[in-house]
């Protein structure tokens, strides 16, 4: 059974940068779009970016400029790089592909201080 390992997440300061990662355990085909999650205590799970297999990308507005993702299709990959990071930002991030089925992170959780 296929698992999605994260990793990156931790406490950091508003301004701040974290870079979370995420990899595959195993093989996954015909992936399509991969992206990351985020669910804050008290809040829907929401979608913060997501990367196409043909690399076009899309951001929560909230993110839109701070935030990039990327993918790296040889390691079954995704990651998360962080910057500018706001006490808002906190949450638990979920990572997931899509290829037929929904693959998903067990969630790293980002903390950042005011």
């Known amino acids: 059974q296929v698992q999605l390992v994260e990793s990156g997440g931790g406490l950091v300061q508003a301004g701040g940068s974290l870079r979370l990662s995420c990899a595959a355990s195993g093989s996954i085909f015909r992936i399509n779009n991969m992206g990351w999650y985020r669910q804050a205590p008290g809040k829907q799970r929401e979608l913060v970016a997501v990367?196409?297999?043909?690399?076009?990308?899309n951001y929560a507005e909230s993110v839109n400029g701070r935030f990039t993702i990327s993918r790296d299709n040889a390691k079954t990959s995704v990651y998360l790089q962080m910057n500018s990071l706001k006490p808002e930002d906190s949450a638990v991030y979920y990572c997931n592909i899509r290829a037929g089925y929904d693959y998903w992170g067990q969630g790293t959780q980002v903390t950042v201080s005011s």
């Open positions: 990367i196409t297999s043909s690399g076009n990308t």
